[in-house]
């Protein structure tokens, strides 16, 4: 929030600053609240533009050994779309965690936070991100349907032209 051009506030603005802290005090607050109200809405849209699509487009993907391959490949990685899921599902846990800490440190209404003449924050006790992919064992479990596929239709096309080879003549 700090300015990068002001390192000092002038004293003629200094009976301003308890205002600008009750702006801010206020307006913050408001501003968080409708950003998780909108996130209701674009998460239904998130699932219906995005989600429900690439669900279907990976049981048609099914038909081919290609996509049985790479459907397998990413739920291995945990890179498939329950991976993805996670992933959205920590950085939301991530933007409550420093929302709260921000509400700790009362930074809506802190100086420090508006203008660096009466101190700095300190961005290093900020909360740091962090996380964990699925064990592999999870990962595995996704994958395992997706390789008993395509194991079974690697199995099924070779019966089928090994068939088709003994009744050719040769």
């Given at each position: 929030?700090?300015?990068?051009?002001?390192?000092?506030?002038?004293?003629?603005?200094?009976?301003?600053?308890?205002h600008v802290q009750n702006y801010y005090?206020f307006i913050i607050p408001r501003k968080?609240?409708?950003?998780?109200?909108?996130?209701?809405?674009?998460?239904?849209?998130?699932?219906?533009?995005?989600?429900?699509?690439?669900?279907?487009?990976?049981?048609?993907?099914?038909?081919?050994?290609?996509?049985?391959?790479?459907?397998?490949?990413?739920?291995?990685?945990?890179?498939?779309?329950?991976?993805?899921?996670?992933?959205?599902?920590?950085?939301?846990?991530?933007?409550?965690?420093v929302i709260d800490y921000f509400y700790?440190?009362?930074?809506?209404?802190?100086?420090?936070?508006?203008?660096?003449?009466?101190?700095?924050?300190?961005?290093?006790?900020?909360?740091?991100?962090?996380?964990?992919?699925?064990?592999?064992?999870?990962?595995?479990?996704?994958?395992?349907?997706?390789?008993?596929?395509?194991?079974?239709?690697?199995?099924?096309?070779?019966?089928?032209?090994?068939?088709?080879?003994?009744?050719?003549?040769?």
């Amino acid at each position: 929030m700090n300015h990068p051009h002001l390192n000092k506030l002038d004293d003629e603005f200094e009976p301003q600053v308890p205002h600008v802290q009750n702006y801010y005090r206020f307006i913050i607050p408001r501003k968080i609240d409708a950003a998780e109200r909108t996130w209701l809405v674009r998460k239904q849209a998130l699932e219906s533009v995005y989600f429900r699509p690439a669900i279907v487009d990976r049981i048609f993907l099914r038909l081919s050994p290609v996509g049985m391959y790479d459907a397998a490949t990413q739920a291995w990685a945990g890179t498939d779309l329950i991976g993805l899921r996670d992933f959205y599902e920590a950085i939301r846990k991530y933007r409550r965690t420093v929302i709260d800490y921000f509400y700790d440190k009362n930074a809506f209404e802190d100086r420090k936070w508006f203008s660096p003449d009466k101190g700095s924050v300190d961005w290093n006790s900020l909360p740091q991100f962090s996380f964990q992919r699925s064990d592999v064992h999870i990962n595995a479990k996704r994958a395992l349907p997706d390789l008993l596929l395509l194991l079974m239709m690697n199995l099924i096309l070779f019966m089928v032209i090994f068939w088709v080879f003994q009744r050719s003549e040769v």
